[in-house]
Nanobody, 129 residues
């Protein structure tokens, strides 16, 4: 069992930046991949935003995030991050971190499709114009 807790969301203006954090209760580095998802509005399918393979550090992004967002992780601290720059109103939503594991729900992030079993509770990001 892996427990994930997101933080760092908030309300910002267009063009500003936010850094989201995700704290893991156990070794995140043992998961094949970690990712960030966005859901907006509530009830809509979660959109894969960014993914990182923990062993190789290879990353993938959605078209909307590529070039503006950066995913990273700190194995020693069991932390996952999402640096979001040049935010736009369409980036608004609830952001979730997730850890890949068999038996989870399948999601696509860029060219990759993986099963994600562990999810955090989310942190809200609101970008106003």
């Amino acid at each position: 069992q892996v427990r994930l807790v997101e933080s760092g969301g908030g309300s910002v203006q267009s063009g500003e930046s936010l850094r989201l954090s995700c704290a893991g209760s156990r070794f995140l580095s043992t998961r094949e991949a970690l990712a960030w998802f966005r859901q907006a509005p509530a009830g809509k399918e979660r959109e894969g935003i960014a993914l990182i393979y923990t062993e190789t550090g290879v990353t993938h992004y959605s078209d909307s995030a590529d070039g503006r967002f950066t995913i990273s992780h700190d194995n020693a601290e069991n932390m996952l991050y999402l640096q979001m720059n040049d935010l736009r109103p369409q980036d608004s939503g609830m952001y979730y971190c997730a850890a890949a594991e068999r038996g989870g729900s399948w999601h696509r992030i860029g060219p990759v499709r993986l099963a994600f079993l562990y999810w955090g509770q989310g942190t809200q990001v609101t970008v106003s114009s």
